[in-house]
């Protein structure tokens, strides 16, 4: 597929006060110039990167301070989308989950879910009505997870979450085939950030990506609307490995890089 023409035009990017949602705004800014609208709860990251944006490359960004999980949130970023006639939407905003499953309490179990299925759902519902509306093509990635190509003990949660966005995004991008939306799921192994750094991973960063070069390839899919993509050969690699070996096996293996409870 050609890929969309974003220069000079709005991109919505979540998730956008740290990790991987921060460092595609910025990528945007500076290997397409399109412009991002930028999604977050925490002004103080949006307000620095929106400076940071117009300081290295003068390009304008705007930002929406809102939480996701409620529906005011949902609301205001799509009557932003409407305004300023965005043309693509990379969706990075997402919370985890990490440790045995029965140390968590149910109701951290219900935000996860709220956050990365049931408000992501809502969310995306909202754009894409939006968007087929628009006189012109969009593109749209959410970011899954490796971990939802597989379970993830230890991670169970999100992993089983994540199955649900690449699930969902498999289904859509052939459902909006032909009328100018593509839609397409991105998803990494371990990436280096705050996430990943709050997940007790028993290597440290050991075999994390670095964050803006896995932002370089989220951008490409979401410019070359990509349907599926993984970042990286390692991770293209661990891919195929988890679609051919016994899933009993994958499972345990994907369990490897966690602490287990003493
Ligand atoms: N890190 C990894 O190892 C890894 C691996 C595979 C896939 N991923 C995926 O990559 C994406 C980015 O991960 P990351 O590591 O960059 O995560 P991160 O550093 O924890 O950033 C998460 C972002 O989501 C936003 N967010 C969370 N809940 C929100 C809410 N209710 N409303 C609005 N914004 C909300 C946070 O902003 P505020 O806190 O300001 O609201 C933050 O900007 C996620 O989809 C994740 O699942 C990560």
């Given at each position: 597929m050609k890929p969309l023409p974003i220069k000079n035009s709005w991109v919505l990017v979540t998730g956008?006060?740290?990790?991987l949602g921060r460092a595609s705004a910025l990528r945007l800014a500076e290997w397409y110039q399109a412009k991002p609208l930028i999604v977050g709860r925490r002004l103080d990251n949006l307000s620095e990167l929106q400076a940071e944006i117009d300081e290295r490359f003068h390009i304008p960004c705007e930002i929406i301070v809102t939480d996701q999980r409620e529906i005011e949130g949902r609301e205001k970023i799509a009557a932003k989308v409407a305004e300023l006639k965005v043309?693509?939407?990379?969706?990075v905003a997402d919370l985890t989950s990490f440790g045995?499953?029965?140390?968590?309490r149910a109701d951290a179990y219900a935000e996860v879910i709220e956050t990365n299925i049931l408000s992501f759902t809502d969310l995306l519902t909202g754009l894409i009505a939006i968007f087929r509306q628009q006189p012109f093509e969009s593109s749209i990635i959410a970011v899954s997870s490796l971990a939802g190509e597989t379970s993830v003990p230890f991670q169970a949660v999100y992993g089983a979450s994540k199955a649900y966005v690449s699930n969902l995004m498999r289904a859509l991008s052939v459902e909006l085939a032909g009328t100018g939306v593509s839609v397409g799921s991105f998803a990494p192994g371990g990436i280096d950030t705050d996430m990943a750094a709050v997940?007790?991973?028993?290597?440290?960063?050991?075999?994390l990506m670095d964050v803006d070069r896995c932002a370089a390839y989220a951008c490409h899919a979401l410019v070359h609307r990509q349907s599926f993509a993984i970042p990286g050969i390692g991770n293209r690699l661990t891919y195929l490995a988890s679609r051919t070996l016994p899933r009993s096996l994958t499972s345990r293996l994907a369990a490897l890089p966690y602490r287990r409870p003493r």
């Open positions: 956008a006060s740290a990790g043309t693509a939407a990379l969706l045995p499953f029965d140390a968590s997940s007790d991973l028993k290597w440290g960063r050991l075999g």
